[in-house]
């Protein structure tokens, strides 16, 4: 019988921090800006110019250690890693090897043989480098320095990882906790979260580790996890063929569902590291590591039991609405106006969530008023509308924030009950349709519906649901 391999997987995790400004300079980190237009002396490496650090960049990345459990260094020191290449406008990257900020964390993830905890070997913060843009038809390559400069924090997990499942797993949690922090936002399409991930495999029972590859250019959780796969079927084959598994960095293309070796991997004295001469020290004292960690918020488990005690949400409901910052965000403010928990879990999980899929968004990107959205809910509650007219509102207030009083008013949708004008109505649609009174009359319950369907169409909607029921059913009987 053939024995079986297992894959060990640890990740280097690269955050772009929430700054205003850059970590060493005062140029915008604003994403999207006009290449080479967020720069200066200081962030494209000119001669004589000297960094200044981003007191937010400290601050975030304690705040992020502290919400995964890690020591903190209270003096850490800033270090130059000595590379060369386009991006890197000054040969040399700054960064943390001696003394990182934070150390010996771990986070708590679900799998399916239960709760399992990831630990963290580290996090440091460091500056980004440029971004090289090939332009195949000039047969020639530029350079953006605006992302130079950047602040990151780079979390460095242990090998404790199994599985692709397990690594989304790992990352959707890092993702929550930071983006509940407000330290990024974490948007894998945008950059402000990579993954560069480390795996090797070795045969199950065996103690050493095999040797590892580090796989890069993974901008999406399919991407990460369909590269797992890819490299731990290659390595497995290798190690089949009773050949060596080569220590080296891969680029993973999504396209081809492949990766490429892009050079041999580094080792930390490749990197010629040593103090930054420029940076001193940073010494974090009592005072302001107390005042960090008493502005750290309502994390996303506290939050989750907070729902189910405060509001007597379902555990279901809580999870799904802890899942997106932005979205418990807007649940609580809109019941913060309404006062109604459960209707309000109940239009987020059911309307909002189908909108969002149907226009492919993510639940930060919800852009309506919490106010608007109670609004809606106070009609439907004082029966000024019935809840299909409710549903449509909804549709136009998720894509245009409109305010529902003033909408039900211009275009007339208030519920009509009044019973003559409905028996008017109901009466002409059964005198077309004889064979629904027939049909009722024989036991048929469906030619009833049928009626009420008639009606409400006839009404436009507008109808109260519960009047019509009342009224076909009386006319019926007659």
Not at 470 to 478: P, Q, S, T
């Given at each position: ?457 006839a009404m436009k909607g507008k109808a109260d649901p519960a009047v019509v029921n ?9």
């Open positions: 019988m053939s024995r079986q391999y297992e894959t060990i997987i640890g990740l280097e995790v690269h955050v772009e921090l929430a700054t205003k400004t850059k970590i060493f300079c005062g140029c915008s980190t604003g994403f999207g800006g006009a290449p080479n237009t967020h720069t200066c002396p200081v962030c494209t490496g000119m001669p004589g110019s000297l960094p200044v650090l981003n007191r937010q960049v400290v601050e975030y990345a304690l705040a992020v250690g502290l919400a995964t459990n890690c020591s903190i260094n209270q003096y850490c020191k800033f270090d130059r890693k000595n590379y060369f290449y386009p991006d890197n406008p000054q040969n040399y990257q700054i960064s943390q090897l001696y003394l990182p900020i934070c150390h010996d964390g771990w986070v708590e993830i679900e799998t399916e043989a239960g709760k399992k905890k990831i630990h963290i070997h580290e996090i440091h913060m460091e500056e980004d480098a440029g971004k090289l843009m090939h332009d195949e038809w000039e047969d020639c390559s530029l350079v953006d320095y605006n992302r130079s400069g950047i602040p990151l924090i780079e979390i460095v997990s242990e090998p404790d990882m199994r599985s692709a499942d397990e690594v989304i797993a790992y990352l959707e949690k890092l993702r929550l906790i930071i983006q509940y922090l407000g330290a990024s936002d974490c948007k894998l399409q945008e950059g402000s979260m990579r993954a560069d991930v480390n795996l090797s495999v070795r045969l199950v029972g065996d103690k050493e580790l095999g040797t590892r590859t580090e796989m890069k250019n993974l901008n999406s959780f399919k991407a990460i996890a369909r590269a797992i796969e890819g490299e731990k079927d290659r390595q497995i084959e290798i190690l089949k063929d009773g050949k060596k598994v080569v220590q080296e960095t891969r680029r993973w293309d999504d396209n081809k569902e492949s990766s490429h070796a892009m050079r041999s991997k580094e080792d930390a004295q490749d990197y010629r590291y040593f103090p930054d001469p420029d940076l001193p020290p940073v010494r974090i004292d009592d005072a302001w590591l107390a005042r960090v960690k008493a502005m750290q918020p309502e994390l996303q488990e506290e939050k989750l039991k907070r729902y189910e005690r405060e509001y007597q949400l379902p555990l279901y409901d809580a999870r799904i609405l802890t899942g997106s910052k932005h979205l418990a965000d807007i649940f609580e403010e809109t019941v913060s106006f309404c006062g109604k928990p459960k209707e309000v879990s109940n239009w987020l999980m059911t309307d909002a969530m189908r909108l969002l899929k149907e226009h492919e968004k993510e639940p930060e990107e919800l852009s309506f008023s919490p106010k608007n959205l109670a609004k809606l809910i106070r009609l439907l509650e004082e029966n000024v509308i019935n809840r299909t007219v409710a549903k449509n509102i909804f549709e136009v207030i998720f894509a245009e924030d409109i305010d529902p009083e003033k909408y039900v008013e211009e275009k007339g949708l208030r519920v009509v009950s009044d019973e003559v004008a409905l028996r008017e109505v109901i009466g002409e649609i059964l005198k077309k349709n004889p064979q629904s009174v027939v049909d009722y009359r024989a036991g048929k319950q469906k030619a009833m519906g049928f009626v009420v369907g008639q009606t409400m169409r009342e009224l076909v059913r009386e006319l019926l009987d007659k």
